[in-house]
């Protein structure tokens, strides 16, 4: 579904993404690991075009989008999150999602307008919010939104898109313990129950354990490896560089 050959970013002569080849297969969950300042976030902006590469190339579903402009990527079927949250606050959580399922089909993609009041497109995004369990917030403003609650608008923003391939940038950066597990499950669901694929970046790595098919390790913008968790766990080159211990 998903494959980058080489692909590279320099500033100057410092390789921040050095020559990463990777594999995402249909269904499957690849998770991204590694100390900060590995060019895990970078890897992801050159997938997702907010970042054109120095060198290499990315294709999707067999089809180059290297020079694909972001917006074309999306249309595609490539869908992104964002470390920190990223919803309309002074929306409701229903208008952040009919927005969403709007553009998927065509419409306006300017944030500012209110949403056609069209009826499937009303109904597509009360079915999206009953998917990540937040239909009973849809009145409610989405920057009063807890930070757990926000990252499931996020994600129903993505799914009111209609990807194919969903990248996770740090799904659980900020999010309380408590909301950690509720977080998993929807993930998990989400792929497994509806064979999406996956790659996400994060550093909570019982979470990663949990819902990677395989992990892949950056460190100093290279990959490392890129294995199943019990292989990369064991692996003496992963300890050294990023876990520093045998788990």
């Known amino acids: 579904m998903l494959s980058t050959r080489r692909l590279t970013w320099k500033i100057?002569?410092?390789?921040?993404?050095?020559h990463v080849s990777i594999d995402l297969a249909e269904g499957e969950f690849l998770a991204v690991i590694g100390p900060n300042g590995a060019g895990k976030t970078s890897l992801f902006n050159l997938i997702s075009g907010l970042r054109r590469p120095t060198?290499?190339?990315?294709?999707?579903?067999?089809?180059?989008?290297t020079r694909l402009a972001p917006h074309r990527r999306a249309?595609?079927?490539?869908?992104r999150t964002f470390q920190s949250s990223s919803v309309f606050g002074s929306?409701?959580?229903?208008?952040?999602?009919?927005?969403a399922v709007q553009a998927r089909r065509g419409g306006s993609v300017r944030p500012f307008p209110l949403p056609r009041a069209d009826r499937d497109i009303a109904e597509r995004a009360e079915r999206v919010l009953w998917r990540v369990g937040l239909d009973h917030r849809a009145g409610t403003l989405a920057g009063t939104l807890a930070h757990g609650e926000k990252r499931k608008l996020e994600i129903a923003l993505l799914l009111a898109g209609?990807?194919?391939?969903?990248?996770l940038d740090e799904p659980m950066a900020g999010v309380s313990a408590e909301d950690v597990p509720g977080l998993v499950a929807l993930i998990k669901t989400l792929t497994r129950d509806e064979r999406r694929s996956v790659l996400m970046v994060e550093h909570h790595m019982d979470v990663v354990l949990d819902l990677a098919d395989r992990v892949a390790v950056m460190h100093h913008g290279a990959l490392l490896i890129c294995d199943t968790p019990d292989v990369v766990m064991a692996d003496r080159t992963v300890q050294e560089a990023y876990l520093g211990e045998k788990l």
């Open 75 to 79: 249309r595609r079927g490539l869908g």
């Open 55 to 65: 060198d290499g190339s990315v294709t999707l579903a067999g089809h180059d989008i």
């Open 12 to 18: 100057g002569e410092v390789a921040i993404v050095d």
């Open 162 to 167: 209609e990807p194919k391939v969903l990248l």
């Open 91 to 99: 929306l409701t959580v229903a208008a952040n999602v009919r927005l």
